[in-house]
């Protein structure tokens, strides 16, 4: 899991958050610290918060095989909020995040969706839906996945339809199980470019063969 560092010149937050069962996410200490809910004026503090909330929602979303979130449904979740210190992220905070991370300086880790479903580079439409992408992979590093899997199981010249890439049996232990079909097709697309694939069909109906 990805390493959350805390805030600093902050008191530290509490060693520890209990687990309620082995398969539930594992927050960071930072995660039980009232003031991390709140964005601080302070460059360097604001930048760590930033940092420190980037690492948070990748890690939760990897570990729950999640591609994307919609904000005003994930505030009510445990990510964004901590009944136990009566603490919860703000819409404008959690925007401003994903905005963050959507930059260069937040590693281009998140990218918004419009409201036509397309994906956005942090537009107004994007950001209004609150609906964005979340890059625990980003496309080219899901675009090395894929290659790299379909090296491993010996399917270079095959013809594969998007659903077995990312809805058989055959893949369903792969990190791309469940991938939504959009930001396969970006991924696909990365492939295509390196030469590395051909994509055929129309909407609805593709396939792709890797070389």
Not at 147 to 169: A, P
């Amino acid at each position: 899991m990805t390493s959350v560092s805390p805030l600093p010149g902050t008191p530290q937050p509490p060693s520890s958050t209990p687990a309620i069962n082995p398969s539930t996410f594992q927050f960071p200490p930072i995660h039980a610290f009232p003031p991390f809910y709140t964005l601080q004026p302070n460059p360097t503090t604001r930048s760590s918060q930033l940092s420190s909330w980037s690492s948070l929602i990748q890690a939760y979303c990897r570990h729950n095989h999640l591609f994307s979130l919609t904000l005003a449904d994930a505030l009510s979740t445990p990510l964004f909020s901590n009944t136990t210190i009566s603490r919860k992220l703000s819409l404008r905070d959690a925007k401003a995040i994903v905005q963050w991370m959507t930059t260069a300086e937040g590693g281009s880790r998140a990218e918004w969706i419009g409201a036509s479903g397309k994906g956005g580079k942090g537009g107004t439409d994007g950001e209004g839906s609150g609906r964005c992408w979340v890059y625990w992979r980003r496309p080219e590093e899901w675009a090395g996945a894929l290659e790299e899997w379909v090296e491993r199981t010996g399917q270079k010249g095959t013809v594969l339809t998007l659903y077995e890439i990312v809805e058989s049996d055959a893949t369903r232990r792969e990190e791309f199980w469940g991938m939504d079909a959009e930001l396969l097709t970006k991924s696909l697309q990365i492939c295509v470019k390196r030469g590395k694939a051909q994509v055929f069909g129309g909407e609805g109906s593709e396939g792709v063969k890797f070389f």
